[in-house]
Structures are given as C-alpha cells and as structure tokens.
C-alpha cells in the first residue's frame, strides 16, 4: 500500500472518528412527570411555545456519562434545537480551557445537524446552553453542552453579540441576586426559526431568546425574573420582563407563550422594542513626534 493510500486512510479515519462522537440520552415524554422535567424545569412545567405537535420534535434529557444536566427540546424537522433548559450554578473550580469536542445524539440517527454541515457555510454553532454559564463547575458539565442538538447556526457577529447583551449579563445579575442559599435559578433558551431552510436544509433562526427564573425558595423574599431577546440578523435587542419577552414572543409566532407557568416578574412591565447596542466612541489619540519634523497627514484626524 503506498504512502499516499495511507495518508488518505488516516484522514478519513480521523474526520470519521470526529464525526461519529455521539452521546446517548433520554427521549422524554412532555406529558410525563419524568425526573428530568422535574429537574430544569420551574415546578416541572415546560414552557407553552410553539405547540406544533407530531414526530418532529424530540424532547431530550441531555447526558453525558450517564449523569443528566439539561433538556432539550429538539426538531428533527429544523434540524436545530427549540429550546434548551438548565439552571445556573456556582463554584470557583478551576477547569480546563481545552475546547471539547461536538457530539450528536445516536438516537436521532440521520434527523440532526452534524459537523460537515457547518463546515464554510459562514455560520458557528451557537450554543443555547452555554459553555458560560457552566464554568467553573465541572469539566463533564462543560462537555455535555457541545452536542450539537443544543446549538444553533449564527454567524459570527450575532454569536458574540449574544454573548454581550444576553449570556453574560444573565449570568452576572443571578450571580448579584440570586446566589443566597436554597435560591434555584432556572434558565430558558430558545429560538423562533425562519420559514426557509439553508442549502444544507438547516433551518437558521430568525430570533434567539433567553428567560431567568430565580426561585428563592422563601415566604420572605418574592421570586422573580427577567428576559432577554435578539434578531439574529440585525442583532437589534431588547430586555425586561418576562411578560414582555412573552407577549413579544407571541405576536412573533402567532401563538400564545407561557414560559415559567407564572408571571412573577421584579420589573415593570414595558414593550421589548428591539435596539442596537449602543458602541463606545473610538477616540484617535495623537502619535508623539519622534522628530521635529514629523508627518501631519498622520494626524489630521487625531482628537
């Protein structure tokens, strides 16, 4: 067999075996009083959100070595995720930087996105359940959040413009004030996805959304929450309470949104007009003259 076959065979075992990396979890039944549901779920109750009913949607209890950390609701006919569900933890672990590797769900055979279908298409995987919100915790938690029926397709500018006017201030508000003992604080994200498909029949988002609950498990202190939602294409933003994030939700899909089966909210109710972050102003500051004669065209512009 010459050098070259040999090469040939060693990459397409490599691509093969990065490919193939799958996780095995549990199909729920919505229905059910599963523990899973129990778990990341307020009071067990899923959220009322596009009600589309059939085979295409499955419900996921997301594993990794055989320990439960989120769910997952899935369509197979999108091929991208509707939601995902988990709840916020802290710790102060020190974790790996290493990037894992993505996975997909052997259950859903050929019905999901798989690593080829990003490759320059122009899109990242954007995760629901985000890498973020699992630090510090565990590398397992960490992992079990790259599979890829938890990511949706975004470019690379609304990944991270999700990152700054979503991901992280959520994080940081619940770390503030929801992080006395016994509080439990549940996390919802989702999307709405476009009427059409990409070239590879994967459905890109129009909107990505997320919902805070912060259970203080307390007749003394109220529960509240907040939300957050995006246009995936213009980046335009808004924020606020849950009512809002609802009724906006609602009228973007024609069909009624309940998300945490209550209305607790700690914020005024106010329409979720979508805006752009603002940017901070880019001041030219003025190179020193090295010399006594220097070019001024070089700074001409300088404040």
Request: aromatic letters at 12%.
């Given at each position: 067999m010459g050098c070259i076959t040999v090469s040939l065979l060693l990459y397409t075992l490599i691509v093969f075996s990065k490919e193939v990396q799958v996780t095995i979890s549990d199909?729920?039944?919505p229905e059910s009083n599963d523990e899973c549901l129990r778990e990341f779920f307020y009071k067990g109750v899923p959220p009322i959100y596009m009600n589309?009913?059939?085979?295409?949607d499955k419900f996921i209890c997301q594993k990794y070595k055989g320990k439960k950390y989120f769910f997952t609701r899935y369509s197979t006919r999108h091929k991208i995720p509707i939601y995902s569900a988990y709840k916020i933890e802290f710790d102060n672990k020190i974790i790996s930087n290493k990037r894992p590797s993505w996975r997909i769900e052997k259950q859903l055979n050929s019905n999901q996105t798989k690593n080829k279908d990003y490759l320059n298409s122009g899109f990242q995987k954007g995760h629901l359940n985000p890498k973020y919100h699992n630090q510090n915790i565990s590398e397992n938690r960490i992992k079990a959040t790259f599979t890829l029926t938890n990511a949706v397709p975004m470019t690379g500018e609304a990944n991270n413009?999700?990152?700054?006017?979503?991901?992280k201030p959520l994080f940081y508000k619940m770390r503030i004030y929801c992080s006395f003992p016994d509080a439990t604080r549940y996390i919802i994200v989702g999307v709405i996805p476009a009427f059409t498909k990409n070239e590879r029949n994967i459905n890109i988002p129009n909107y990505i959304w997320s919902a805070a609950y912060c259970d203080t498990n307390?007749?003394?202190?109220?529960?509240?929450s907040f939300g957050y939602l995006m246009d995936t294409h213009t980046t335009f933003h808004a924020k606020g309470a849950i009512t809002g994030l609802q009724q906006k939700l609602t009228d973007l899909t024609?069909?009624?949104v309940e998300i945490f089966n209550t209305t607790n909210s700690n914020q005024e109710d106010s329409?979720?007009?979508?805006?752009?972050?603002?940017r901070k102003p880019i001041i030219n500051v003025c190179p020193k003259p090295k010399r006594k004669r220097h070019r001024p065209e070089l700074v001409n512009n300088c404040k």
């Open positions: 199909l729920v039944d589309t009913g059939g085979e295409s413009e999700w990152f700054q006017v979503a991901e307390s007749s003394k202190i109220d529960n509240w024609g069909s009624r329409p979720f007009d979508l805006q752009k972050r603002p």
